[in-house]
């Protein structure tokens, strides 16, 4: 996949099992450390990826690693089942526990690296669609309507939209549908 990688481990011989493993399945890893520190300094350099860490780096913690890792990165955690309880609902932070199987390292690789490309696609389909997540074409017809309201009774843009809105509420249907209905009319 074309995530890129960062390895952090307290220990070089986990780096170095870890790099073997990603190795092995066609992933190229980055950069590896055993600091917090030299981490956050790749991920920064990187701008977005996966950060595949244990519980514990030379100078912190992950929970600490992953407050200070920028939001387009997401982490890997190998760690005891004892540390799912210090997870605290933390979206970015993805857990492989301990002991691990290469397949399962695998899958959980690929998981991460799923969500997180159907996470770009989104949000590039958002940005495409635009601010309202509307296409051009149910854009033009909400906007059609409005106009249809302001020849028909006398008002402004402003008040035909909160007017589409009150019908959209009143009828509970949403505003592209209670448009359409209305360009019926």
């Known amino acids: 996949m074309l995530s890129n990688i960062v390895v952090c481990f307290y220990n070089h011989k986990d780096v170095d099992v870890i790099r073997s493993l990603l190795s092995r399945n066609g992933h190229r890893v980055a950069y590896s450390c055993v600091s917090g520190a030299r981490a956050l300094e790749a991920c920064d350099r990187l701008g977005s990826g996966i950060l ?3 519980y514990r780096m030379s100078d912190m913690i992950f929970s600490e690693l992953c407050r200070n890792m920028p939001e387009s990165f997401d982490m890997l ?3 005891s089942p004892a540390a799912r309880n210090e997870l605290c609902g933390a979206g970015r932070i993805s857990m492989l526990e301990l002991p691990l199987r290469a ?10 690296e ?22 051009p074409e149910e854009l033009r017809l909400i906007s059609e309507a409005k106009e249809k309201l302001m020849e028909e009774k006398g008002i402004g843009e402003e008040e035909a939209h909160r007017y589409l809105q009150r019908m959209a509420m009143v009828s509970g249907t949403g505003l592209l549908e209670t448009a359409r209905k209305y360009m019926l009319l």
């Open 52 to 54: 595949i860490c244990g």
């Open 114 to 135: 799923q969500r997180r490309e159907s996470l770009r696609r989104e949000r590039k389909k958002k940005q495409r669609l635009g601010r309202s997540g509307r296409t």
């Open 103 to 112: 397949s399962e390292f695998s899958e959980g690789l690929r998981e991460l």
């Open 77 to 79: 955690l190998i760690a």
